[in-house]
């Protein structure tokens, strides 16, 4: 067994703010729910490293420690896996909570954002739509590269793009559904639902990159 393994523990920087969730702002739990996600990539790359798949026994079909790999450290990157799950889920009700509070919840709600303008008149968008992964929410929406996002849940902008705001808007709706306007190259302009989740095969609540909008 290799010790001091990073990942049979939670590293403490994680710690330390899970310690005070309850006291953290909307942008530091959403920089601490993505230390997270590292630190659970990082436990999940691990064990393949040990040789152990999602689900596989840690013994023989006879109860025995399989020999091949090494168990001790398998069990405890898997335990730490878990307890980063439960954390994550934890950091994410906090998100939703803060978000709901925000200011720019409450103008997603009310049709306008913390930075004002008019989708409609079509000067100035929220980012552009790029490197969209086949399979993800983003595909599965019917974005294409290329497009221009107008609105998210109500939200739009003009002036300094709101790279920060379009995140946590994100972060705050995983597993729930978020109304999309966008504009094609073609200037035509489409509403789709996006629903951010993980577990679909890919990097990110999206599957695309977004790209601020040059002003």
């Not at 679909?200 to 599957?207: K, Y």
């Amino acid at each position: 067994m290799s010790l001091g393994s990073p990942h049979t523990s939670t590293p403490a920087h994680i710690s330390a703010r899970l310690a005070r969730l309850a006291t953290l702002s909307l942008p530091e739990a959403a920089s601490l729910r993505a230390d997270i996600d590292a630190a659970l990539a990082g436990c999940v790359a691990h064990l393949a490293q040990l040789g152990v798949q999602p689900g596989e026994p840690l013994v023989t079909p006879d109860g025995f420690p399989r020999a091949d790999i090494d168990v001790h450290e398998a069990a405890l990157t898997r335990a730490n896996a878990a307890r980063l799950r439960n954390d994550g889920s934890a950091v994410q009700r906090r998100l939703a909570e803060l978000l709901e509070k925000s200011p720019l919840a409450r103008g997603a709600s009310t049709g306008s954002g913390s930075v004002t303008g008019s989708a409609s008149a079509g000067t100035t968008g929220l980012a552009y739509v790029a490197m969209i992964a086949p399979g993800g929410p983003a595909a599965t929406a019917g974005l294409r590269d290329g497009d221009l996002l107008l609105t998210l849940s109500g939200y739009t902008a003009t002036g300094q793009p709101p790279l920060k705001q379009l995140q946590l808007l994100v972060l705050g709706a995983e597993d729930g559904e978020l109304r999309a306007t966008v504009r094609r190259a073609s200037g035509e302009t489409v509403d789709v639902t996006l629903r951010p989740r993980r577990g679909w095969g890919g990097a990110g609540l999206l599957g695309c990159r977004l790209d601020a909008v040059a002003q």
